[in-house]
């Protein structure tokens, strides 16, 4: 089975910086993208920066300069750089990605989420 990892995340004040990382495990073939979602209380789950294994990236433009999205295709890794933290940006974060593995000796593609892991921005 392939499964995704979090870590970080926690308590940081607004204008500061935390990074989060998850970290792909399992029988993986390739890994195709990788990257972070979130979902705040009574909203629905958003993109929040995308990364594809040829480093192409993608960054939601409410976190476009103060966020940094970085895959390491070795340790089949992804990580998030997030800076200048605001209070809206509290959410339960989530690893994705999308893999090839393998499956019952089959070859197969999956999207994968993490488990969560909780930011909360506050004074």
């Known amino acids: 089975q392939v499964q995704l990892v979090e870590s970080g995340g926690g308590l940081a004040q607004p204008g500061g910086s935390l990074s989060l990382s998850c970290a792909a495990s399992?029988?993986?073939?390739?890994?195709?993208?990788m990257g972070w979602y979130r979902q705040a209380p009574g909203k629905e789950r958003e993109l929040v920066a995308t990364?594809?294994?040829?480093?192409?990236?993608n960054y939601a433009d409410s976190v476009e300069g103060r966020v940094t999205v970085s895959m390491d295709n070795t340790r089949n890794t992804v990580s998030l750089q997030m800076n200048s933290l605001k209070p809206e940006d509290t959410a339960v974060y989530y690893c994705?990605?999308?893999?090839?593995?393998?499956?019952?000796?089959?070859?197969?593609?999956?999207?994968?989420w993490g488990q969560g892991t909780l930011v909360t921005v506050s004074s």
């Open positions: 994705n990605a999308g893999i090839y593995g393998v499956v019952a000796g089959l070859y197969r593609y999956r999207e994968l």
């Open positions: 399992g029988s993986i073939v390739t890994i195709n993208h």
């Open positions: 990364i594809t294994n040829s480093g192409g990236t």
